[in-house]
């Protein structure tokens, strides 16, 4: 077994890792002899997802800098926002007057998904190849492109949480290449793909056809890759996991599972999802409903409470306000018609709207969706959801109604939620 086979780590489901700990992680799985005089890239999460990166940027600045001839950081933004120079330096946890004097000689980037110019072709996943991969779900020609910029590193380095994820089973790994740094082909067919198999059958488990193909395309990237996993919950740092992105990713998941997972002993008839301000839109703040969904009871609803939230999504409103919010079925029976829409916002619009029963060109969601946030009744109609005043919203009402089929989440989006029955003791990953 090689060097980069090897994992190294440590977790733990009722302690969080002391700084001690994680730092002899970092040493051991980062050892000197591997990153001497190499230029390295970390590629981080946004502020959409929960982990210490300001801990991980100020140890690994410390570690690496004496030993590296070059150590930047670029953020895994996938089609999200960009930040401004402030908000990369508060991400990382310096002050601007930091990261212009003693952090001058590290680059802290911002992805861009949408330049051509930015991005380059590294390998072709054929369309027989995806349907091989899909069992025939999906036959589509993937043209594999990714940031051009990680040409100047020697190593790649992966810096970022795993939780459940709504697409690719769970989030970590070689997910922070694609659709973290690369182009929008890969991110319209894994999102697509996610779609069509449906939240529900995806979401907690480890083996899925979008991570073998995320994992398939990461075979083209022609430098080499390295991931510090981290597993977050609610007490800290739970785990840390440096090997290859495909074999750090897997221990990393493996104890998200453990974690990350709650269950119900019978279906959520009514659930309120605290969304909470890390999330600046629903494109992300969505996730409160994904990881509701399949503890949800048939004609249940999820109200998510976001009353920071003004916008359906920032990067893709407009193509959203021309759509609405529909479920795949919806979209396959009008093919012609939605299939040069990106395919990305085809598949958030079919996450929001959930599993639904076609009737004629009717549809019926299995769970009602009710936003209650800034955006007004009129936007939110117009677009197929439910609407409550933001102001009408009892949260200390709700959580003193916690019982069987009425529940309350706080900090909603990033723990999943099943119900309990006779196999719910180990999910199938």
């Known amino acids: 077994m090689s060097r980069v086979d090897i994992v190294v780590g440590e977790g733990s489901m009722d302690h969080p890792l002391s700084e001690a700990t994680v730092?002899?992680?970092?040493?051991?799985?980062?050892?000197?002899?591997?990153?001497?005089?190499?230029?390295i890239l970390a590629i981080i999460p946004d502020g959409t997802r929960t982990a210490p990166i300001p801990q991980f940027f100020r140890l690994l600045c410390a570690m690496l800098r004496p030993e590296v001839s070059?150590?930047?950081?670029?953020?895994?933004?996938?089609?999200?926002?960009?930040?401004?120079?402030?908000?990369?330096?508060?991400?990382?946890?310096?002050?601007?007057?930091?990261?212009?004097?003693?952090?001058?000689?590290?680059?802290?980037?911002?992805?861009?998904?949408?330049?051509?110019?930015?991005?380059?072709?590294?390998?072709?996943?054929?369309?027989?190849?995806?349907?091989?991969?899909?069992?025939?779900?999906?036959?589509?020609?993937?043209?594999?492109?990714?940031?051009?910029?990680?040409?100047?590193?020697?190593l790649l380095l992966v810096?970022?949480?795993?939780?459940?994820?709504?697409?690719?089973?769970?989030?970590?790994?070689?997910?922070?290449?694609?659709?973290?740094i690369s182009g929008g082909d890969i991110i319209d067919v894994t999102h697509w793909m996610g779609a069509l198999l449906g939240c529900r059958s995806v979401i907690g488990k480890m083996h899925t056809p979008v991570r073998a193909i995320l994992d398939r395309a990461a075979r083209?990237?022609?430098?080499?890759?390295?991931?510090?996993?981290?597993?977050?919950g609610k007490?800290?740092?739970?785990?840390?996991?440096?090997?290859?992105?495909?074999?750090?990713w897997e221990a990393a998941a493996r104890l998200s599972q453990r974690l990350h997972v709650s269950f119900v002993s019978e279906p959520i008839q009514r659930a309120l999802a605290v969304i909470p301000t890390m999330?600046?839109?629903?494109?992300?703040?969505?996730?409160?409903?994904?990881?509701?969904?399949p503890a949800m009871a048939d004609g249940g609803e999820v109200v998510l409470y976001a009353p920071h939230i003004s916008e359906f999504s920032y990067t893709h409103g407009e193509l959203l306000s021309q759509i609405g919010f529909h479920s795949?079925?919806?979209?396959?029976?009008?093919?012609?018609r939605y299939r040069t829409t990106p395919w990305a916002v085809l598949a958030h619009s079919a996450l929001v709207r959930g599993s639904a029963t076609m009737t004629g060109p009717t549809e019926t969601p299995r769970v009602t969706l009710t936003l209650a946030s800034q955006i007004n009744r009129e936007r939110c109609e117009r677009m197929g959801l439910q609407y409550l005043d933001p102001s009408s919203v009892d949260v200390e009402?709700?959580?003193?109604?916690?019982?069987?089929?009425?529940?309350?989440?706080?900090?909603?989006?990033?723990?999943?939620?099943?119900?309990?029955?006779?196999?719910?003791?180990?999910?199938?990953?």
């Open 23 to 39: 730092s002899s992680i970092l040493r051991d799985g980062l050892p000197q002899e591997d990153v001497a005089g190499k230029r």
């Open 70 to 154: 070059r150590l930047d950081f670029i953020v895994a933004l996938g089609t999200h926002q960009p930040l401004s120079f402030d908000a990369l330096c508060a991400l990382v946890g310096i002050t601007p007057d930091e990261k212009k004097g003693y952090y001058a000689d590290v680059g802290i980037l911002n992805h861009d998904f949408d330049t051509p110019g930015q991005l380059m072709h590294i390998g072709t996943l054929s369309a027989t190849e995806v349907g091989d991969i899909t069992g025939g779900l999906l036959e589509e020609e993937v043209k594999v492109t990714i940031n051009r910029i990680i040409l100047d590193y020697n």
């Open 328 to 336: 795949a079925a919806y979209f396959r029976r009008q093919w012609d």
């Open 279 to 293: 999330y600046e839109d629903l494109w992300t703040g969505s996730k409160g409903f994904y990881k509701l969904e």
């Open 397 to 429: 009402a709700w959580r003193g109604r916690q019982r069987e089929g009425v529940h309350m989440i706080e900090h909603a989006g990033e723990q999943l939620y099943r119900v309990r029955d006779s196999h719910s003791s180990h999910i199938q990953l």
């Open 235 to 248: 007490m800290g740092l739970a785990g840390l996991y440096i090997g290859s992105p495909e074999r750090a």
């Open 159 to 180: 810096c970022g949480p795993t939780f459940p994820h709504e697409l690719a089973g769970f989030s970590g790994g070689n997910k922070y290449f694609f659709p973290g």
């Open 220 to 232: 083209f990237v022609p430098r080499q890759r390295r991931c510090a996993s981290m597993v977050v």
